[in-house]
């Protein structure tokens, strides 16, 4: 057995025990990791975070392990938590965006599905980390320069990555193989023929797709991502361009038109106005046959409190038509407090929350990508979650890979995509007015036009 397996077994030891500490120690622990009421306050340097990791979000034990775990560290031994919990990401986003504007920001700001470090760092609100990375070169090398490119601000660092985005298609084995249908080696071939089984799924009665308008969005927009990118090499790049001013191209209006026909023949009949929580579960329930998403949607896939018994060995995982595939660094989490304690403190959190042990382990518990590409998948995990396995192993066969409208669009266009949505998918808004619409959203970023 490898020292790094030895350690990854005994960090799953350290979970353990201490989570159960934190069962075993009740209100009084509560007390001081939430609220900071503790004794000895005075000498404690107290962060504020606001947490939508919580309840039955993917990632709200391996938060908790986090935050706890970072307490019984010699860095974090004088510090104290302040917890303000919200248990909905969208709810979450908007609010850090209003604090971005008018308020204060919390010490650590967790990174949520929207690009805002641009936002908060013209802000003035969020500290420079780039001293932080100039003094530890060891830390530093665990992301690529891409990763860091994505945090960075005219030239300074203020996001510290967390994961990485991948997505690619879940389908029901169990459904296609009630269709007759074989699922692809690795994908469709084209989007004819994933129209062509979406057309076998409804002919067999079964609802072909999950889509959404709520919110984010976030299923519609991994499927409009995939739709413009692996039309072509000009939809390709488009796709991966950072800031697009123009939604009038060929590639984005065709998949405009592409996103309405499947919202108005192979999706469910509450997709207009249906929230991520909802579409999914008409997944989990067998109610829909295919569903973008990433790696952190499969620890919903065996958890009693998502889907049936056993309904993980009966998803199979697919990369998008043409061998695409989403692939992007992720904003990072940054640090709003000003005093110089707590900034130090932060700065320690963030250092614990990436290392190479803490990204292995939010892999198995919350299925969180790796930031780093120094993170290797031990055999144990490979063997006690094959669907990960294969999720991990059916990426490295992607020959189209592109971005994500969350962070390459400016946000005042992801806002304008979520809220001309339910126009678009209800037909009372073409596909040419949707993308003149965004269209118009993104030319108010335009300073120089």
């Given at each position: 057995?490898?020292?790094?397996?030895?350690?990854i077994t005994a960090s799953a030891l350290l979970i353990a025990a201490l989570l159960m500490s934190i069962a075993l120690a009740g209100c009084d622990l509560d007390r001081a990791y939430v609220d900071g009421s503790s004794g000895g306050k005075d000498s404690k340097v107290i962060l504020n975070v606001i947490n939508y990791h919580v309840g039955t979000d993917p990632g709200a034990v391996y938060y908790s392990y986090l935050f706890h775990g970072f307490l019984q560290t010699d860095e974090g031994a004088n510090v104290e938590?302040?917890?303000?919990?919200?248990?909905?990401?969208?709810?979450?986003?908007?609010?850090?965006?209003?604090?971005?504007?008018?308020?204060?920001?919390?010490?650590?700001?967790?990174?949520?599905?929207?690009?805002?470090?641009?936002?908060?760092a013209r802000s003035g609100k969020v500290a420079d980390l780039t001293p932080y990375f100039e003094a530890d070169p060891e830390w530093r090398a665990l992301f690529d320069d891409l990763s860091l490119a994505f945090n960075t601000v005219d030239g300074k660092i203020y996001g510290v990555p967390v994961t990485k985005e991948i997505s690619y298609i879940y389908y029901n084995r169990d459904l296609f193989a009630q269709a007759g249908i074989t699922p692809p080696a690795s994908s469709f071939a084209s989007w004819d023929e994933?129209?062509?089984v979406c057309d076998a799924l409804k002919a067999a009665g079964i609802t072909p797709l999950g889509l959404d308008t709520a919110g984010a969005a976030q299923l519609s927009s991994l499927w409009f991502g995939a739709l413009v990118a692996t039309q072509s090499s000009a939809g390709n790049k488009w796709m991966n361009t950072q800031y697009p001013l123009s939604f009038e191209t060929p590639e984005v209006l065709a998949a405009a038109s592409r996103l309405q026909r499947m919202f108005s023949e192979y999706t469910t009949s509450d997709a207009v106005g249906g929230s991520y929580d909802l579409m999914t579960a008409h997944f989990f329930r067998g109610e829909a046959a295919m569903i973008p998403g990433g790696p952190c949607m499969i620890p919903d896939f065996s958890s009693p409190d998502n889907a049936p018994t056993g309904f993980s060995s009966r998803v199979g995982v697919m990369l998008m038509p043409m061998d695409g595939m989403l692939t992007v660094p992720l904003p990072g989490n940054m640090v709003g407090a000003s005093d110089p304690a707590k900034i130090k403190a932060a700065v320690a959190f963030l250092k614990f929350s990436t290392a190479i042990e803490n990204q292995l382990i939010a892999l198995e518990m919350a299925g969180l990508q790796p930031a780093s590409s120094k993170v290797d998948v031990p055999d144990p995990l490979r063997k006690s979650d094959p669907l990960m396995a294969e999720a991990l192993d059916i990426g490295a066969r992607a020959k189209i890979t592109y971005g994500h409208i969350h962070v390459n669009w400016h946000q005042n266009v992801v806002d304008a995509f979520s809220a001309y949505?339910?126009?678009?998918?209800?037909?009372?808004?073409?596909?040419?007015?949707?993308?003149?619409?965004?269209?118009?959203?993104?030319?108010?970023?335009?300073?120089?036009?």
């Open positions: 057995m490898s020292s790094k397996l030895n350690k938590f302040r917890i303000e919990e919200i248990s909905d990401a969208d709810a979450f986003n908007q609010r850090i965006k209003l604090l971005i504007s008018s308020g204060d920001l919390p010490d650590v700001v967790l990174s949520g599905a929207n690009n805002i470090v641009e936002l908060a994933f129209f062509d949505l339910p126009d678009l998918a209800s037909g009372n808004m073409t596909p040419a007015e949707f993308c003149a619409g965004l269209t118009e959203a993104a030319l108010k970023n335009d300073v120089g036009g």
